[in-house]
């Protein structure tokens, strides 16, 4: 589990409403336990991506950690047009990428 400081962004970029990013809205199912990854590379692409997250307190040894785990595993959602939705394929970290049918 990372430590919360090393998470990435729940939303990028870093603003304050959602309905500002442009471009169709694409649902990207990662493989098992490869969503934060995928958000990094994202990220590193500037491609907008929403992440939600929880925060998830565990003990383990005796001692308490907490970290983020995604609100929905397995799914992340992010922006963009063909080529953004070839770039995030390109990671390969996706198992499918499912077009948003209502985008409002």
């Known amino acids: 589990m990372l430590k919360l400081s090393d998470n990435p962004e729940i939303l990028y970029p870093p603003i304050d409403d959602i309905i500002s990013i442009v471009g169709p809205w694409w649902v990207g199912h990662t493989k098992s336990r490869f969503e934060k990854s995928f958000a990094g590379d994202l990220a590193a692409k500037e491609i907008p991506y929403f992440l939600p997250m929880v925060e998830r307190t565990i003990f383990s040894g005796g ?16 922006a963009g047009d063909e080529e953004v939705r070839y770039q995030a394929m390109e990671t390969d970290r996706l198992c499918v990428v499912i ?3 209502s985008q409002a």
Request: charged share 25%.
């Open 99 to 101: 077009p948003v049918k």
């Open 63 to 78: 001692r308490k950690r907490r970290g983020m785990i995604p609100l929905f595993p397995g799914y992340v959602f992010f």
